[in-house]
């Protein structure tokens, strides 16, 4: 069974930074394209930031390029975002996605919370 689970989130002042892991187990990350998404009180789910399955090449949202940066370990199994100069419109839950091009599935971790607040 394919499990994420999300860390890293906590408060902070808006200009900190945080540091958000997605540790994945029951599958390496082999065929999976990996994404962040979060999601703010009373607004959509909303994708941040993604690694290609097919090329490897990293895609921001255009609200969060430049201050935000993922990355992947692929030996601890684990995917990161890296965010700088937060903002209080940045609260959300942040998630942890991979989608399986080979059989067209999904997988989401629980969710950490990140609130930027003075």
């Known amino acids: 069974q394919v499990q994420l689970v999300e860390s890293g989130g906590g408060l902070v002042q808006p200009g900190g930074s945080l540091r958000l892991s997605c540790e994945v187990s029951?599958?390496?990350?082999?065929?999976?394209?990996i994404g962040w998404f979060r999601q703010a009180l009373g607004k959509e789910r909303e994708g941040l930031s993604c690694?290609?399955?097919?090329?490897?090449?990293?895609y921001y949202k255009d609200s969060v390029k430049g201050r935000f940066t993922m990355s992947r370990d692929n030996a601890k199994n684990t995917v990161y975002l890296q965010m700088n100069s937060l903002k209080p419109e940045d609260t959300a839950v942040y998630y942890c996605?991979?989608?399986?091009?080979?059989?067209?599935?999904?997988?989401w971790g629980q969710g950490t919370q990140v609130t930027v607040t003075s």
């Open positions: 029951g599958s390496t990350l082999d065929y999976y394209a």
């Open positions: 690694i290609s399955s097919r090329d490897g090449r990293i």
């Open positions: 996605r991979l989608y399986g091009y080979l059989r067209g599935t999904e997988y």
